[in-house]
């Protein structure tokens, strides 16, 4: 089946550590999209990348990194410099039609909780 | 920028009754505009979207009409049903392919 998976479901990490999340797609998505979560509020924007080897930060960019080496792959690090990393963790993706904006889909999510 | 602003909840109804989640946009130019529904623990799933003025989305016996003249894209379901209690988003994207999400709406349904 096509769809996007996320690991792992539960991650714990100590203060000061870096820690990658993996998000992967098999539905030949050009685009990948990286949100945090917070109770109470709307998804937030990380970082988004239209092509392979390209991103762009989102709204709330300090404190992460990514890559997109593959097509198919989006790993996001949540570095210590971030002040308050726990949260839920999705990723997305979408087709990438010239002129149009299109429904983005999304895997099951992280949840990072800091120690 | 683009903004979205919806109806805070929680929101608790009884099995049967109509539900309404008012949402309202700000945005430059002609967005898309889409419902998300997440269900607990899970990620989002698409559940309706417009995109263009006058446009009905529908699914699952939910409906939401893109209202220009009011910015407007409010959900509503007939008679809701305990499998409904989810979390509900509004969002809206531009041709720059993000979207940007409302706080979302907790709507509980009891039996």
């Known amino acids: 089946d096509g769809g996007i998976t996320q690991s792992p479901k539960y991650l714990f990490r100590k203060e000061g550590q870096n820690v990658t999340l993996s998000c992967e797609q098999n539905l030949n998505h050009d685009a990948m999209y990286w949100y945090r979560q917070d109770p109470g509020q709307g998804l937030r924007l990380i970082y988004y990348s239209q092509i392979v080897n390209d991103f762009q930060k989102g709204d709330i960019a300090e404190g992460y990194s990514v890559s997109r080496e593959k097509k198919e792959s989006f790993p996001l690090t949540v570095t210590s410099a971030q002040k308050n990393p726990t949260a839920f963790y999705l990723c997305?993706?979408?087709?990438?039609?010239?002129?149009?904006?299109?429904?983005?889909?999304f895997g099951p999510g992280t949840r990072l909780t800091v120690l | 920028g683009n903004s979205v602003t919806q109806m805070e909840g929680p929101v608790t109804l009884s099995e049967e009754a109509f539900l309404t989640i008012n949402c309202t946009y700000t945005?430059?130019?002609?967005?898309?505009l889409f419902w998300y529904v997440q269900y607990p623990g899970e990620g989002l799933q698409l559940l309706l979207k417009a995109t263009k003025a006058d446009d009905k989305g529908s699914n699952k016996g939910f409906e939401a009409t893109y209202r220009k003249e009011t910015t407007s894209f409010h959900l509503e379901k007939g008679s809701v049903q305990v499998s409904d209690s989810a979390v509900y988003f509004c969002?809206?994207?531009?041709?720059?392919?993000?979207?940007?999400f409302g706080a979302g709406t907790t709507v509980t349904v009891r039996a």
């Open positions: 997305a993706s979408s087709i990438k039609s010239a002129g149009k904006a299109n429904e983005q889909f």
């Open positions: 945005a430059t130019g002609y967005p898309s």
């Open positions: 969002a809206l994207s531009d041709n720059d392919y993000k979207l940007s």
